[in-house]
């Protein structure tokens, strides 16, 4: 079992909660133990893809958090709470409500790079603390802003309300964004530069990296399939999260050495990153530089 669960991951739970139900799942199906982790912690407020990776796809668990990632979002505006979500305690009102027509003049602010300060109830580490364990105990927590990248970002609407003049209460965005980005601080700058204040009430995540909500199973799913010890029915390849590097085909020798960890010189290669694959087996990641040959930067034990 090396290889992707996909899970449609339901609020309520957090992303270690879903860990431990595929660790179950395991168990219950009778496989072998293997290593599970998954690809970028989803709140668990939050809903939708959550990549879980089993055995030496653990491997491939770094770059899932380095890739960039799909939502959909509500907004509510009048008030902004604390966590930044429906979840939190009410901190500042306004009665001032935004048209359609004003949300669709402002999202281009925030596209592209952007400067933006996480949310106190974040997992992020203050002096060695979780700034969401620190907020809880009362204390006045500072954040630096980071530079992330809004790839995309647009409102859902009928087509007739794009110029309406009506006020909304709330209003259901769709971003594509770099690591690192949180959808709650876009949601309250957003809100604040529209004169106005807001919170996140729904979000769920459609895609991370290259996996979809196409892809993805239920709870209730995984553990039919566990029961029926079937879950290699769910299972995607390890390959699936290498989706956009180039497989580059090695010989037996050539994959023995790159096992070992030692440079392969004599392949004629591009450089960059390639899946070296021996008979569509994954052997290793590796970076091939001109006249260097192939050095392993991930080696896998298949």
């Known amino acids: 079992m090396h290889g992707w669960l996909i899970i449609d991951k339901p609020v309520g739970p957090g992303s270690t909660q879903i860990v431990g139900a595929v660790k179950r799942a395991l168990r219950e199906g009778g496989y072998p133990k293997v290593k599970v982790g998954h690809g970028g912690t989803l709140d668990p407020l939050a809903s939708g893809v959550l990549p879980v990776a089993l055995g030496e796809a653990t491997k491939l668990s770094g770059r899932m958090l380095d890739a960039d990632k799909s939502y959909d979002f509500t907004v509510r505006f009048g008030e902004e709470t604390d966590t930044l979500d429906a979840e939190g305690k009410v901190m500042t009102t306004s009665d001032r409500r935004p048209t359609i027509r004003e949300v669709e003049a402002g999202l281009p602010r925030f596209t592209g790079a952007i400067s933006q300060v996480p949310p106190i109830f974040s997992a992020l ?44 209460e709330e209003v259901t ?116 530089d001109i006249g260097e040959g192939l050095r392993v930067v991930r080696g896998f034990n298949l």
Request: aromatic residues 2%; glycine residues 6%.
């Open 125 to 168: 580490k203050v002096e060695g603390k979780r700034a969401y364990d620190l907020a809880r105990a009362g204390a006045d927590v500072v954040l630096a802003s980071r530079d992330v990248i809004i790839r995309s970002l647009s409102a859902h609407h009928p087509g007739e309300s794009r110029a309406s003049e009506t006020r909304i």
């Open 173 to 288: 965005l769709s971003a594509i964004v770099s690591k690192g980005t949180y959808i709650r601080s876009l949601a309250r700058d957003l809100a604040r530069a529209l004169d106005s204040v807001g919170h996140v009430t729904m979000l769920r995540r459609t895609k991370a990296g290259p996996f979809t909500l196409e892809q993805a199973i239920s709870l209730d799913n995984l553990e039919e399939l566990a029961k029926a010890r079937d879950l290699e029915q769910a299972l995607l390849p390890l390959a699936a999260g290498l989706d956009d590097i180039p497989a580059l085909p090695v010989t037996p020798d050539q994959a023995r050495a790159l096992r070992e960890g030692r440079r392969v010189i004599g392949i004629a290669a591009t450089p960059g990153l390639h899946l070296a694959t021996d008979q569509s087996v994954p052997v290793a990641l590796v970076e091939a």
